[in-house]
């Protein structure tokens, strides 16, 4: 782990490449989740920063999945995306999954939109359906905000009690006819499915969704001062609940599927920015 002064500089140069190549502060951050990379075909003016090129970023682990930021306007509002983000199961250190959160708020970026892929552990959460994340379990997942505090970017204890700006998720969605659920995420650390006995335990905890991304990055996010989106595209039924097997083909296939509602989704998000200014 880093000492603090070293990771802050570290921050620093990354955003300050970022900025270097960015004619302005973008208005909103998205990170795209499995299978919903079709988003960065909404950008205009776009122009891609290769991971590769900014100082002290991750590297990808996906081959041929080499991952950039892709940058430019959506509706006239600006927009940086995430194609590609960093999970824990690749064996990033939670440092370096949130890295790039932390750089983002550095830049001036104050509201992300996390999307995700999930399984439902909610019975009528069916496969091809959004939910937005009103709240999550977290405690599977090892803290981004373990060590010294970044004091520069949020409080040693911060409070959890709404991480998630989900009404603004429902007003929109409901606003373009885009069914929506809302429930909790429970992070699982992966790459494994959960096991059956696992989701009857999520079940009884009060989870409707179960995947393995967006909670370090919202809890960072969030510490950070963010305002913080959560959509989950539900994949499949969580473990058990069919009689069939998961399948990390059927994940990718159903989130492509329904991406065309979640585009209209964050389009609508997108552009309720815009008229907000
Ligand atoms: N479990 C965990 N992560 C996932 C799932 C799941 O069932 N579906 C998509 N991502």
Known sequence: MLQNEELINKISYASKYIDSQLGCIPDICITLGSG???????????KEIKYDRIPGFPKTTVEGHEGALITGRIKDVSVLMMKGRFHYYEGHSIEDVVFPIRVFAESGIKTIILTNAAGGVNRNYAPGELMAITDHIGMFCESPLRGLNLDKFGPRFPDQSSVYDWEEVVNNANKTDVKI?????????????ETPAEIRMLAALGADAVGMSTVPEAITASHCGMKVMGISTITNFAAGILDTPLSHKEVIEVGVKASESLKKLVLSIIESKGKNR
Do not use: N, T
């Open 36 to 46: 919903l990379s079709s988003l960065a075909d909404l950008v205009e003016f776009r």
């Open 181 to 193: 659920h809302k429930g909790v995420y429970c992070y699982a650390k992966g790459p494994m499915y």
